[in-house]
């Protein structure tokens, strides 16, 4: 994790609580505190101080903060940066080091997209060889609800799920562990504001629903995902875990990061009226893993958020509408991220294509897909000429053995 | 809704409020109860008297009470039949005219199967004639996630979505409101315990991690679903609304109404070891509709829940078995519940078949779908020779226009 992830135009979001036996630098209860630099700041404190006038900090997670909509988060940022600067708050700066960073929120209801077209394409030809990318692709931003129980903080280790799964289609299929057990790099959009259950967001308005955004690892077990998928989406394939990263990343620090030059190729279709937006974000993504005899990672892969098809105001305004309500703390992932190039790719299935080509490791060691032992981390930054650059941290897991099945 | 849904054997949970300008005969807060005949007993204020001894029936949703097992909720059963019999509670005995029937539970997570072969060979073959049931059906229980926050009481209006669809396919897409609107009669197996994340349920004691069932009505808009359905599953064509009846029917109440007389034909392959099981429900489920021009429901079908091709045990095990979390209150719906009869099928989908077969009405009306002003009514009970039949109740839902898109 890069130091200069949390500049001060950065200040994102999270929940801190002190590891068991450390010194009394954290609270025994869960925290929400901002990241600057290499330090953290204690946000509970500072309520509590009367530093700050927001009792929805006070609680352990973030979603009634979030659910105040984007003006409040605005505000809450202008505050935290006059504390920071002013030193007022310098006795609830607190190391980063040894600090327990937690789900920064309840999340109630999470959805899985799959809006870079590159993945859609790369993945359906390998599904689907003559077929790869669907009538629909283009039209509808595809998306299925995915499982919230089962949603991990970074850190917390993964194990190799067990499951049904059949290579002979002439033979019964066996249960076991997967074989074939893959990362996805997404980034997550957590909701602020809801709407009510029957009003749609108009994709104008779509932005100022998010309060912010974070790193997913959308782990999934393709040898399971195969044999379920049809016809109702992946379900076991997908639900034994979802990583996400610790700090949300407000969509006021993205702002200057905003882009429109993306996505649609010539002869495209234009979205239809109801998803009228080209506000993509330039943030970089990379895929870092360390197997278990390397003592640093290697770099898999780096892709670009501002490769995919669909934009996060268009995500949001299809999710709503038909009506669908959003509540605070909601996460809507965006689907793996990978680009054209082949460096880009945000996921093991396609790096190594379904198995064919092994990626090859500076130990010697290859992988098709991941093995017991590995750790996948993932990173999200921005950069541009003449702004500081900004960063999401890091959204790590371990891969456990499967259980005896 | 019959009186004699609720004999002492049946004693369900819910949880009520008073209606606004309604006599003080109700709490204003959502008070945790239970019916018994044409009343409902306070348990809230049963433990408030301290004829109770059960915090978790204090709180305003029963998850508390769920996640203490089965062994709980018995024991919860014995003394309310004790209170009722000896007449000790009869000060918190209300009538249930004019009560509000809340949500028993805050879901989590919402997870709708399709477990009823007839069903899934009925849609396939709309769907996919050439490829009806598809080779995963008999060994893999298909399953995806629905969206928790849209789940409604019985008796909140329902509005017709708005969303793409698309019937040329020389043509773009339009955007508009739903023209195939559906219902689907399922019934909901509500979580009690839960599991740690990683730690499967072996299908043996599955059933002690059930708390109840419910009746679900899996709202659906068949022409949104048939454009976005394919890579991902179903999204908008079911997250608008899903209605769940208000009284959660424990397990041991249905315990007299097991069957294992049912579902496997032969030439059917035996499911594999971590799915043994063959413990069926007779549970006879019926859909009303009352359209705007009749004053009484009729009745569109009646099937039973001992058709299905999958046991709620074999639900939970699989959807446990990569180490998914199950939490108390999570909602497991059984998916269309149908048989061979035409007059079983779940669905108008199934009843008019696609459109082409419209459902003759008493009042001269014909349905392919649902109208606005339609009220569908479910209902499903328990009936057994030298058994009192047991009931539960109805969940309700009224088509309102789709909003201006």
Known sequence: MAVTDFPITNLPFG????????????????HICTAFEDRILDLHACVEEGLIDEPALLEPVLNTFMGKGREAARAMRARITELLTSGAADAH???????????????????????????????????????????????????????????VA??????????????????????????????????????????????????????????????????SARDIQ????QPLGPFLAKNFATSVSPWIVTLDALEPFRTSAFRRAEGDPEPLPYLADDAGFDI????WLRTAQMTEPVRLSRGNFRDMYWTVAQLVAHHTSNGCNLLPGDLLASGTISGTA???????????????????????????????????????????EGLPRIGFGECRGVV???PQS
């Open 93 to 151: 700066l607190l190391p980063m080091d040894g600090a327990e960073l937690l789900l920064p929120m309840r999340v109630g209801d999470y959805t899985d997209f799959y809006a870079s077209i590159h993945h859609a394409t790369n993945v359906g030809s390998m599904f689907r060889p003559d077929n790869a990318l669907l009538p629909n692709y283009k039209w509808v931003p595809i998306g299925y609800h995915g499982r919230a129980s089962s949603i």
């Open 154 to 219: 970074s850190g917390t280790p993964v194990r190799r799920p067990n499951g049904q799964t059949r290579d002979d289609s002439n033979a019964p299929p066996v249960f076991g562990p997967s074989k074939r057990l893959d990362y996805e790099m997404e980034l997550g959009m957590v909701i602020g504001a809801g709407n009510p259950l029957g009003e749609p967001i108009p994709v104008a308005e779509a932005l100022d629903h998010v309060f912010g955004f974070c790193i997913v690892n959308d782990w």
């Open 284 to 287: 970089t993504v990379e895929v």
């Open 15 to 30: 929940v801190v609580r002190r590891r068991a036996g450390q010194a009394r630098t954290y609270a025994a209860q869960a």
């Open 342 to 384: 082949k460096d880009s790719r945000g996921s093991l299935l396609e790096l190594a294509w379904r198995g064919t080509e092994p990626v090859e490791l500076p130990t010697g060691e290859t992988r098709r897909f991941l093995q017991d032992g590995d750790e996948v981390i993932l990173r999200a930054y921005c950069e541009r």
């Open 400 to 402: 456990m053995p499967a």
């Open 226 to 229: 195969t044999w379920e998928y």
